[in-house]
């Protein structure tokens, strides 16, 4: 049986689906020069909502007013839950941000142009971001995995929960919203992580 060790609590962030973009992309998408304007803070330092959309297109359909992450990143990338996935058309593996490799493409439409990722869509992994004095007291590593139990109307514990270390990092349990609907979980709820 497996242990019941509590390491502490989180606050969760419920995780919709949307776009990171590169600053080529962006362009791309809304025309030279384009720089995104922040609609509200995300829970991560530095990171917000843009009041840009997108349409995103695959091969069974498409799904509009996918909101912009910023600031700009590296490479474009996708995040959309299961339920997404199948209205798209596409069956992205679960993996942690950034790693992209054996993704499925799509198709990504903006004001000015459109965009063919030919990798790039996934399911967010489960994940706890932390400050390394989090990770400290919590007694994990980064890249370690967790068990996080929501006491909620219906109760449940998510397993494989990937601990994320980063000094500019806020502690915060993502999820995404099929995750969170199925466990009636709110952004804010506080979950309790498990050994």
Known sequence: ??????????????SA???HVSQEDLERLFGPGYQLHVLRPLS?????????????????????????????????????????????GVHPPVRLSGDIEGTPGIAIVGPRGAIYLEKG??????????????ARAFGVTDGQKVRVRAETERPVIFEDVIIRVR????????????EANAAFLRQGDVATVLA
């Open 1 to 14: 049986m497996s242990s019941t060790t509590v390491l502490g609590t989180v606050p969760v962030g419920v």
């Open 17 to 19: 689906r949307h776009v």
């Open 44 to 88: 991560q330092p530095g990171q917000f909502a843009a009041e840009e959309t997108v349409t995103l297109v695959g091969p069974k359909g498409c799904i509009a007013g996918v909101r912009i992450l910023g600031p700009a990143r590296r490479l474009t990338q996708v995040e959309i839950s299961r339920t997404d996935g199948y209205a798209l």
């Open 121 to 134: 869509v996934i399911v967010a992994a489960r994940h706890i971001h932390m400050t390394p004095a989090d």
């Open 167 to 178: 000094d500019d990092f806020a502690l915060d349990f993502h999820i995404d919203l099929d």
